[in-house]
Structures are given as C-alpha cells and as structure tokens.
C-alpha cells in the first residue's frame, strides 16, 4: 500500500499545477510505465487509460494560478500533491514523491529524486498528472487559440512569450512569474479585450 506522487506543471507562464498520486496493484503490472517525459503522446494517453482501470486507487488534484501567485510555485505543488494523496479512495502506509521534498502528509513520506524513472508507481502518478494537464491546456487552446497553448502546453517559448507581449496576459497566467509580471508591470500597447 504504497502510493507515488508527482506532478506536472511547475515551469509553465500559465495554468494550474496538477499532481496525481498512484496506488499500484501488485497482482495487475502495467508494462511500459516510466517518467512521462520520456514517453510520447499516444504512449501517455495509453498508459492513463491502464492506471485509471488497472491501479487500487488513484487521484488527481490541483492548485489553481491564484494558489501559485499567493502561496509560490512550491508551496502551491506541495498543497497539490497534499490534495492528490487526501483524494485516494485508499489510505496507503507510505508516500513515495518525486524530488527532493515532500508535502506535509498524515502518513510517513520519502523524496526520491528522479523517482519517476525509479518506482513505477511514481511513474505513473507523473503520467496521470502529465495528461492531466496536458488536456487542460488543450481545452485554453480552444478558447484562446492565438496564444498556442496546445502546442506549448504553457512552457516560456518563443511563440507563447511572443504572444504574451502581443496580446497581454489571461486570468490564467502566472503573475508571480516573471515574464509575465515583467509584462504588467511594463505593457506593450496591445487593445486590451480585442481577443477575449
């Protein structure tokens, strides 16, 4: 009864930090499991789809732009995480998190740096929490599809920052992180609701 957690999201301009965390079923092992960022699209979707069906419990959870902005970025993945392993249907005896740090939890915790290439039920909590979000960033993308996101899932690329500065931030930027207060503070002179 040992659960993995990780998350997905901390480096993004934009969006919520999403961690997930995973019960594996010792008598039902999921081939391929192994850091989601080593895995493509469809081998993401594809082993979601087998954890949601296959693990004893899982959960998923979230801090919102508004926790990160107020709290940090790791304040807000620590409550997420928190949440991810309040939200298991299960108790587990033991928490297994991907870093250097653990949230405060009722159960005894153990950081593991690179664990989502170590334990595979870390593994797949980095996968549930990877197309987690990415779903989420696809469902921006149809409401606000001059900023990218489906293809940058919220990462400081070129095109997002170039669409930053030509359309100004969203509810759902980061304003704690600095390319886009850099933005507020200082604006380009774009009209402020011609793409909202």
Known sequence: MICGVDEAGRGPLCGSVVAAAVILDPGRPIAGLADSKKLSERQRERLAALIRSQALAWSVAEACVEEIDRLNILHATMLA????????????????????????????????????????????????AKTTRDEQMRSLDLRYPQYGFAAHKGYP???????????????????????VRDIVACPPLWAEDEFR
């Open 81 to 128: 995480m928190k949440r991810a392993v309040e939200g298991l249907a299960i108790t587990p005896l033991e928490a297994l998190v991907d870093g250097n740090r653990c949230p405060a939890l009722s159960i005894p915790a153990r950081a593991i740096v690179k664990g989502d290439a170590l334990e595979p039920a870390i593994s797949a909590a980095s996968i549930l």
């Open 157 to 179: 690329t070129a095109a997002h920052l170039a669409a930053l500065k030509r359309f100004g931030p969203l509810p759902v930027h980061r304003r704690s992180f600095a390319p």
